[in-house]
């Protein structure tokens, strides 16, 4: 790291995670010596807790891309000093320090443990430009640091806040109201048991351009799958592209949402069906009158299919008939994509009759021909009846006879 900082003057990226043998005092030479370092990948780096070191890169300020991922000895005073320095003058009118506004472009701070609320609040107001966030098992953290931040990051695209398990629908609500609103492409939310559909359904109504959603193991239920869909189809409205001959659609949403207690087989039947839902439009046809050609005619309808469509990760025995539902829908094989959705439509009704009314059904069809068995031994009579005495014998079998408790 000397030789590097000594020697190579113009580095513009250093990746050197997983080093056992580098820690925070090496770091420094580079820090120092490479005027033009944008990209710093130093994941599970020891020394965190040296602030000279933390002073260092608030000086230099020409990060745009920090991975600090898994990285123990990062705390909020570190924190605190790479962002904002040691000492930093406060602005009487704001309540804020005054000083020069962050380059930084993606942070990663995912797992860095030592992070609580009190260090991340400074990052609202002094990352303008962040793009990519990382907050992944900072399990410390609430909704307060993200409430302030959200609406200070006006081109934020990605957002990771998997596993933070204090979280509510407070940050998603907030997050539906930022101005990242417009941009957002990815959101994990994963394992954070705390977010339904309060928080979920109005960020889905508002972040329009998602591309990825992570939300398997929180409580969100089939709503917000039907939301996702019409998110969707409302996108292929806007765009008003239809797929023309010999053309294949491709993936819009990606969203992944297993083991969510709350979600049913509907939900994911409804994603299935829009993925393959005919959509009509109206084309002109011309048509004559006394031999002259009409300018304004009539419309003749047609069938077409979106361009795009929602791939989807679901509860593992549901997942094989989604996947082949998605391989046929992204061949362009509508017909077939909707025969299966129908098939699998009626196997899960007749599973859930089965398993709720269908087996009592079958225990009694089951008890009834136990007893016509019995009056057919008994013989004579035909009901049961015994034809020495002309009593009707007694039946214990399976259900018939008394329990005692």
Same mark, same amino acid.
């Given at each position: 790291m000397k030789i590097v900082g000594q020697y190579c003057p113009r580095v513009e990226v250093l990746n050197v995670p997983w080093c056992n043998n580098v820690d925070t005092r090496g770091l420094r030479h580079v820090i120092e010596g490479c005027t033009l370092l944008r990209e710093l990948n130093v994941g599970e780096m020891r020394g965190w807790d040296d602030v000279e070191v933390m002073q260092a890169i608030f000086e230099r300020n020409t990060l745009e891309r920090l991975v600090l991922m898994r990285c123990d000895s990062l705390n909020d005073e570190s924190l605190r000093t790479i962002i904002v320095g040691r000492d930093p003058e406060i602005d009487f009118l704001t309540g804020r320090p005054n000083v020069p506004s962050r380059k930084l472009? !993606?942070?990663? @701070?995912?797992?860095? /443990? =030592?992070?609580?609320? #009190?260090? #991340?609040?400074?990052? #609202? !107001?002094?990352?303008?430009?962040?793009? =990519?966030?990382?907050?992944?098992?900072?399990? #410390?953290?609430?909704?307060?640091? @993200?409430?302030? @931040?959200? *609406?200070?990051?006006?081109?934020?695209? !990605?957002?990771d806040i998997d596993e933070v398990e204090h979280l509510t629908n407070a940050t998603l609500q907030c997050l539906a109201n930022s101005p990242c609103k417009e941009v957002l492409q990815h959101l994990g939310v994963s394992y954070c048991e705390n977010l339904g559909d309060a928080g979920m359904l109005p960020v889905l109504k508002s972040c329009t351009k998602l591309q990825t959603l992570d939300i398997d193991n929180t409580r969100i239920s089939d709503l917000v799958l039907a939301e996702a869909a019409a998110l969707v189809r409302a996108r292929n409205l806007l765009v008003g592209r239809r797929l023309r001959a010999g053309e294949r659609p491709t993936q819009g949403l990606r969203v992944v949402a297993y083991d969510c207690s709350n979600v049913t087989w509907m939900g994911v039947r409804e994603i299935l069906s829009r993925n393959a839902e005919a959509l009509r439009s109206y084309q002109p046809k011309d048509s004559e009158d006394d031999g002259h050609v009409a300018a304004a005619v009539a419309? /003749? *309808?047609? @069938?077409?299919? *979106?361009?795009?469509?929602?791939?989807l990760k679901a509860f593992y025995t549901w997942q094989p008939t989604v996947d082949q539902h998605t391989k046929r829908v992204a061949r362009g094989d509508f017909a077939a994509a909707n025969r299966l959705e129908r098939k699998w439509a009626d196997w899960m009704m007749l599973s859930e009759e089965a398993g709720v009314g269908g087996g009592r059904r079958r225990r009694r069809r089951a008890r009834l021909a136990e007893q016509e068995h019995a009056d057919e031994e008994v013989g004579g009579g =035909?009901? =049961?009846?015994? *034809? /020495?005495?002309g009593r009707r014998r007694a039946r214990t079998g399976p259900g018939q006879g008394c329990a005692v408790m």
């Open positions: 472009k !993606h942070l990663d @701070l995912t797992n860095c /443990r =030592g992070i609580t609320d #009190a260090g #991340a609040k400074v990052l #609202a !107001h002094n990352v303008p430009n962040l793009a =990519g966030l990382q907050l992944s098992l900072c399990t #410390a953290l609430t909704d307060t640091p @993200l409430l302030d @931040l959200l *609406p200070t990051v006006p081109l934020l695209t !990605h957002l419309e /003749r *309808p047609t @069938l077409t299919y *979106p361009p795009t469509y929602l791939s =035909g009901e =049961g009846v015994n *034809p /020495r005495t």
